[in-house]
């Protein structure tokens, strides 16, 4: 533990160029993957600023995870697997679904119809 507490640690980040504060009343922070959502409710967050950046702190007592229904995939792999399988966009979307995400999974299920 550092001696002299809060005010020696902000000192030290004073020196280093970093800025820090408490957001207040926070409802709510949803994290999104391509297959799930993670729902913290309630958190107690930090926002430490640095010159072009900021490092967000959150802290939950608990939290919710869901399985999204359908997952999402970027657009790069969408085109990729449409441009591959000479397909529409649809079709890829349907394909990469059926394939869990797996690209070259997609593809094979695209080309050999």
């Known amino acids: 533990m550092m001696r002299g507490g809060n005010r020696e640690?902000?000192?030290m980040l004073d020196r280093?160029?970093?800025?820090?504060?408490e957001l207040s009343n926070v409802q709510e922070v949803v994290i999104k993957?391509?297959?799930k959502e993670i729902i913290i409710?309630?958190?107690?967050?930090?926002?430490m600023k640095a010159k072009d950046?900021?490092?967000f702190q959150v802290i939950a007592e608990s939290y919710e995870e869901?399985?999204?229904e359908v997952p999402i995939f970027s657009h790069?792999?969408?085109a990729l697997v449409a441009q591959q399988?000479?397909?529409?966009a649809e079709e890829a979307t349907k394909a990469l679904t059926e394939a869990k995400g797996d690209l070259a999974r997609a593809i094979l299920l695209l080309t050999t119809k």
């Open 53 to 55: 950046n900021s490092i």
């Open 66 to 68: 869901r399985e999204l």
């Open 16 to 21: 280093m160029g970093l800025e820090m504060k």
């Open 41 to 47: 409710a309630k958190p107690a967050v930090t926002e």
């Open 76 to 78: 790069e792999d969408i």
């Open 85 to 88: 399988a000479n397909v529409s």
């Open 33 to 35: 993957t391509d297959t």
């Open 9 to 11: 640690m902000r000192r």
